[in-house]
């Protein structure tokens, strides 16, 4: 786990820890020091930890402009347990849509699995957005996780599936993969 790091090449255009409107903004990092364990697993020190035990994120990319964030996850997504969607809904989604972002892009490919709990802050999170004529999509799922979240009738707050399940973003610069995300969610809105 500790070798596994958040996408980098998106550094040029963005870092999270430099933005004012960033629930991390002033965060340092450490490149040798393992601060954050996942069970008895150490994880990457550039995971950013808001709150969960087991499930750690990354701001690659956020735009005020266009509205718009990249948010990648790593872990168990647990809120059977940990309340993982109530972390962070409060503390980071209510930040950025603060400052405006009402379209989120969450990269789930190092998201081991889902346990689900109510569904009371998707459904919050889901009507937020769409009242700003925001989305929220999930990209690059595991198959057994898109599964879990089905069974817990999450799927119905993301648009996810289909073309999402195979996104090869790390070609693209953050507008180019926002680009090819949005018109894919148009055409499933449409």
Known sequence: MHSIEPYYNWRGFY??????????YGR????????DFMY??????????????????????ADYEEGFAVLEFIGEWNDAVNNDIMLLKR??????????????????????????SDDCYYEEWFEEVEDELGWMCMVNLRDHVVDELKEENIDQYFIMGG?????????????????KISNYVMKRLG
């Not at 073309?163 to 680009?179: D, G, K, N, S």
Request: charged letters at 20%.
């Open 40 to 61: 008895n697993y150490a994880i990457h020190p550039q995971w950013d930890n808001f709150g969960s035990p087991t499930l750690f994120m990354k701001i690659l990319y």
């Open 163 to 179: 073309e999402l399940e195979e996104v090869v973003w790390r070609t693209m610069t953050p507008i180019q993969f926002y680009e």
């Open 15 to 24: 870092i999270a820890s430099d933005d004012i409107q960033s629930p991390f």
């Open 28 to 35: 340092i990092y450490s490149e040798f020091e393992f601060t």
């Open 91 to 116: 503390d980071v989604i209510e930040t950025l849509m603060q400052a405006g972002i009402n379209k989120f892009i969450l990269i789930g490919e190092n998201i081991l699995n889902f346990h689900g």
